[in-house]
C-alpha cells in the first residue's frame, strides 16, 4: 500500500504541478496582456502630451496674431482719427473763411440796397410830381405860357 500512496501522491503533485504551470502561464500571459496595455496607455499619453504641446504653441501663435492685429487696428483708427482731425480742422476753416466772405458781401448789399432805396424813393417823388403836374396842366391850374 505504500507504494500506492506514494503513487497516488506522485500523480497528485504532478497533477498539481501541472495546475500551478498553467495558472503561471495562464498569469503570465495575463502580465504580458496588462504590460502591453500599459505600454498602449503610455503611447497614448505620450501623444496627448505632444498634442498638448501643440496646441500650446498654436495658441501662443494666435495670441500673437491676435496681438499683431490689434496692433494694427489700433494705428488704423489713430490713423483714422487724426485724418478725421485734419479734415475737421480743414472743413473749419473753410467755413469760417465763407462765412466771413458772406458776412462782407451782406454789409456790401446791405450799402447797395441802401443806395437803392434811396434812388427809388427819389425816383417816386419825381413821378408823383410828374403825375401831379400833369393832373394840374389838366385842370388848367398852370398856365401855358
Do not use: P
Not at 31 to 57: A, F
Not at 130 to 139: E, H, V
Amino acid at each position: 500500500m505504500a507504494i500506492q500512496v506514494e503513487s497516488d501522491l506522485k500523480d497528485i503533485l504532478v497533477k498539481f504541478d501541472q495546475k500551478l504551470d498553467k495558472l503561471a502561464e495562464t498569469f503570465e500571459q495575463k502580465i504580458d496582456k496588462l504590460d502591453r496595455k500599459i505600454d498602449e496607455v503610455k503611447e497614448d499619453i505620450g501623444q496627448v502630451k505632444i498634442s498638448v504641446v501643440e496646441l500650446k504653441k498654436d495658441n501662443q501663435r494666435l495670441e500673437e496674431k491676435i496681438e499683431a492685429t490689434a496692433k494694427s487696428f489700433e494705428d488704423k483708427i489713430e490713423n483714422t482719427n487724426r485724418k478725421i482731425d485734419t479734415t475737421a480742422k480743414s472743413l473749419e476753416d473753410k467755413i469760417d473763411a465763407t462765412n466771413k466772405n458772406l458776412s462782407d458781401n451782406l454789409q456790401n448789399l446791405g450799402k447797395r440796397v441802401d443806395n437803392s432805396e434811396f434812388i427809388n424813393r427819389g425816383i417816386f417823388v419825381g413821378l408823383i410830381l410828374t403825375i401831379l403836374g400833369g393832373f394840374a396842366k389838366f385842370l388848367g391850374l398852370i398856365g401855358n405860357s
